[in-house]
């Protein structure tokens, strides 16, 4: 049952745009799932697979947290074809997707800035707190993203330091949301303000390679990790 914060979600987007940014978001998402499928060879089943869980995962997890089941995956036809037709155009179209990723890796950074609003304002209608609602909130946006690349048997690209920032400028969304929810302002500007915030920090880290940093003189008592050496018997 939703909690006595029920609302906020709704009084921020009618349903019908609420429904639409929800599946262009999702269609981004499916799009870079499917693509790191192509690039690990998996088969068609293996393509849709990963463009379900990297579109989906976030949302599920969210929902299954906060008690709303059936997910919304489940009840909406719409957002489980939409990944599987994000899959179906890679399958057919994968070496012209590749050549526009610039312009999928700024679809996602949009993705990411909308689905850190949303799943915190849906977290704090159901009842939660502000810390955790954002925590929900960063879920949403980033779960699909480490499920994909544990089923690609990666390591997930937001633990990793060699990577552009992707869950801070989500961190930064979802806080800003949490702030305005405890002040009494959130309002759809402010709602587009955050997201938008998350949006623009993403890709001024792709454009500038921003990283997180690693430990504190790290070098100095901890080696780097090493490939394994080749087997002399392999």
Known sequence: ??????????????????????????????ISGALLAVRKNFDV??????????????????????GAVPPAAFTDLGYFLTPLLAALLVVFLHPQVERIQTGVNVFDAAGLGLFCVTGTTKAYDYGLNLTASAALGLATAVGGGVLRDVLANEVPSLLRWDRDLYAVPAIVGATMVVLCIHYDVLTPLASGVAAVTAFVLRLLAMRFHWRAPRAWNRRSTVREEQSPAPSRHG
Request: hydrophobic residues 60%.
């Open 1 to 30: 049952m939703l909690g006595e914060n029920v609302g906020v979600l709704q009084q921020l987007f009618s349903p019908s745009v609420q429904h639409t940014l929800d599946l262009i978001g999702i269609f981004v998402f499916a």
């Open 45 to 66: 089943f293996g393509i849709a697979m990963l463009a379900e869980v990297t579109a989906l995962g976030g949302g599920v997890f969210r929902d299954l947290v906060i």
